[in-house]
C-alpha cells in the first residue's frame, strides 16, 4: 500500500536552533512531492514541489531535499512565527498525505 | 491576490440535517476538491472535479454528494449530517495537481 510518513509528530525547538523534519514515501512512481505549511484554524499553503531526487528548493529558513525515498524540510536558525504544522503530500495518481509535523518554536 | 472562499468558518448541524458546504475559486481553475482532515488522520480527500458538472470520488465518498454547475464553485453536500462527520472540511482548487493547491481557510462542522 503506496503511504506517506512524517516524522516526528511533534518537535520543539528553542528560537535559532535549527533541524530536519521527514518525509518518507513508499509510493511507486513518484510525481512529485508537496511540502505544505498549516497554521491553527487555515487551509495548507503551498512551500515547495521537488520532483526529482538531488533537487534543492529553498525558501527563506526553510530548505526542502528529495532522495529516491524520502524529502527532508531543514529549517535554519527557526523564529517563533515558523511554528505551524508542516505537511507533505505526493501527487502520484493517488494524492496521499502525510499527518503532518506540527513545529513550536520557543523564544 | 488569488482566493479560494468558504461560506462559512464554522457551522453547527443536527443529526439528520442536509448540509451545504459552498466553495468559490477566482482563478479559473478547472480542479477542485474537498478534503476532510481530522487529527491524527491527516487530509482525505472525499470528492474532487476536473471540469463543469464532472464528479469523481475520492478515500471517502461515503454519506456526500457534490455539485458543480459553475467553473467557479463547487459545493459539499452531506445528505443526511451524523456525528462522525464533525469535521474541518477544506475546499481547494488548482490548475493541474502537479502545481499544487490553492486552500480555503476551512469550515469546521460540528454535527451534534
Known amino acids: 500500500e503506496d503511504q506517506v510518513t512524517q516524522s516526528p509528530e511533534a518537535l520543539r525547538l528553542q528560537e535559532g536552533e535549527s533541524s530536519s523534519l521527514n518525509c518518507s514515501y513508499t509510493?511507486?512512481?513518484?510525481?512529485?512531492l508537496f511540502w505544505y505549511r498549516q497554521d491553527p484554524g487555515k487551509g495548507p499553503e503551498f512551500l515547495f514541489t521537488l520532483y526529482s531526487a538531488g533537487e534543492e528548493k529553498e525558501k527563506e529558513r526553510l530548505k526542502a531535499t528529495l532522495t529516491k525515498k524520502e524529502s527532508f524540510l531543514h529549517i535554519t536558525a527557526p523564529k517563533p512565527e515558523d511554528s505551524a504544522t508542516y505537511l507533505c503530500?505526493?501527487?502520484?495518481?493517488?494524492?496521499?498525505w502525510g499527518a503532518g509535523t506540527k513545529l513550536i518554536i520557543k523564544p | 491576490d488569488v482566493k479560494v472562499t468558504q461560506s462559512s468558518r464554522y457551522l453547527v448541524k443536527r443529526t439528520g440535517e442536509k448540509v451545504f458546504l459552498e466553495c468559490v475559486q477566482d482563478m479559473d481553475h478547472e480542479n477542485m476538491f474537498w478534503y476532510r482532515q481530522d487529527p491524527g488522520l491527516g487530509l482525505r480527500l472525499i470528492y474532487f472535479?476536473?471540469?463543469?458538472?464532472?464528479?469523481e470520488k475520492g478515500d471517502i465518498p461515503e454519506g456526500y454528494s457534490v455539485s458543480r454547475e459553475k467553473k467557479e464553485r463547487f459545493s459539499l453536500i452531506l445528505e443526511s449530517a451524523s456525528t462522525n462527520q464533525t469535521s474541518m472540511y477544506l475546499c481547494?482548487?488548482?490548475?493541474?495537481?502537479?502545481?499544487?493547491?490553492?486552500f480555503g481557510s476551512g469550515t469546521r462542522l460540528t454535527v451534534v
Open positions: 503530500m505526493d501527487s502520484n495518481y493517488q494524492l496521499i
Open positions: 472535479s476536473y471540469d463543469v458538472k464532472m464528479k
Open positions: 509510493v511507486s512512481g513518484l510525481r512529485g
Open positions: 481547494a482548487s488548482s490548475v493541474g495537481v502537479s502545481y499544487g493547491y490553492t
